[in-house]
């Protein structure tokens, strides 16, 4: 009796047992396929893209800083002229480092080049100011300007900037220009502080005037195609045209969503910015500098 | 006899021991690695594996690097002939928010062998009720809004029909 019982027993283990060994072993197989660790968000680095310009012209070709003789105003007694500092002369921009935290400018001066950041000095003149598209250098009370992608204006009649005014044989700006909203000055597209402050303040509004769409090719972010553009807005001045594809900002290609939600949660303190575009198959840069 | 009842042995056992014994969590890492190759990752979750079921909490969902969503729990119940996800509390996000302002407070996602190419969905927010169904080979969505609530941020991607309100988009 005991015999049977165990072996009814055993017969009712055997398919048990089999079943349970064949279904761990299918999956303990299957396991070895799959993937032990989970999939983390890959976190762009928060560093702040640097705004950046520089000028791969040659030393030939490279703009001169120039400086302009002084309005002559008559006086009664003549001040002794100042030696001029024309050493100036032989720097060459090279290029603009421009952010919130961070501004250098490299200066080539007789085949060496220098990196120099505000306040720092090269012979005998201190770099004063880093703008987007220029830098200041001041020595003996007297401002130097020099700017960058200015070849084909290298003809132009040169300045000199004193700390009281600044006295140029360029043509100032019509000052109805300048309170445009958007303007263009050289390569770079000007926006006014209030207009700029106006649109940062309703973003939502921006919709309004300019619309985009996202790019995705191999489910990866390319860019945002240029949908509409309202006629004779600001955003119709800025230099975008409708089928533009943006394809970086301040050299930070966009391949995620991550890009222009940093540069919009930054907005508030931009004052430049380089947006790259893709029109048909060329690939431009529009440089932006709110003033 | 004992040869069926050998073979009805063996097989109730065998699916309850592939239910038990499934690597429902490595599973899980392979569904968030396919999702990842679309632009969806789901991360900082906890997981939680029992033999029936995989709940994972307090994840938080993000399309192409932008965090879109974030969920309290989602439980898996992987039983082969009925499989059902049941998500709770999803909240959207920063730009998914100003977006599309609605919260789902229950997501209930049922697939039977029976059909093996259709999804039901149920759905609970501040929308209202809503039930639908995702259609894996023609890759279509539907679904019905059956109680309309605050439907308004929603109209958008809204068409009337015969029954109401109802969204449908192909993927």
Known sequence: MKADSKNSTLAILIPILSAIFIAKALWVGASYYLPKSSVDKEYKSEVEPLYYRYSLASKKAAPKPIIVKKKKIKRVKKAPPKPRNLEVKKFSLKGIYYSKSKKIATIEYKGKTYVLEPGEEIKGFKLAKVMPNYVIFTKDKEKYRLDIFKEEKKNKPPRVVTPQREISTTPKPVKKEKKQAVYQEGDTTIISKEAFDKYRKNIKDIRRYIGGVPIIKNNKLKGFRISYIKKGSDFDRVGLKRGDIIIAINGEEITDLSVPMRFMNNIDSISAATITVKRGNEVKELEYEVR | ?171
């Open chain 2, 1 to 171: 006899m004992r040869v069926v009842r050998d073979i009805f042995l063996f097989l109730l056992t065998f699916y309850i021991a592939i239910v038990a014994f499934m690597p429902k969590t490595e599973l899980y890492y392979y569904l968030e690695k396919k999702l990842k190759e679309k632009g969806v990752v789901i991360y900082n979750e906890k997981f939680k594996e029992t033999p029936l079921a995989l709940d994972i909490s307090n994840g938080i969902i993000s399309y192409q690097g932008l965090d879109v969503a974030r969920f309290s729990l989602i439980t898996f119940k992987p039983y082969l002939f009925l499989n059902t996800l049941e998500a709770k509390n999803i909240e959207l996000l920063d730009m998914a928010k100003k977006a599309l302002d609605v919260d789902i407070e229950s997501l209930k996602a049922k697939h039977t062998i029976l059909k093996p190419f259709i999804i039901n969905l149920d759905i609970v927010g501040s929308f209202g009720e809503a039930k639908g169904y995702i259609e894996l080979k023609e890759h279509l969505v539907h679904i019905d809004i059956l109680t309309p609530k605050n439907i308004k941020p929603l109209k958008r991607f809204l068409r009337k029909g015969e029954k109401g309100w109802y969204y449908e988009s192909r993927f």
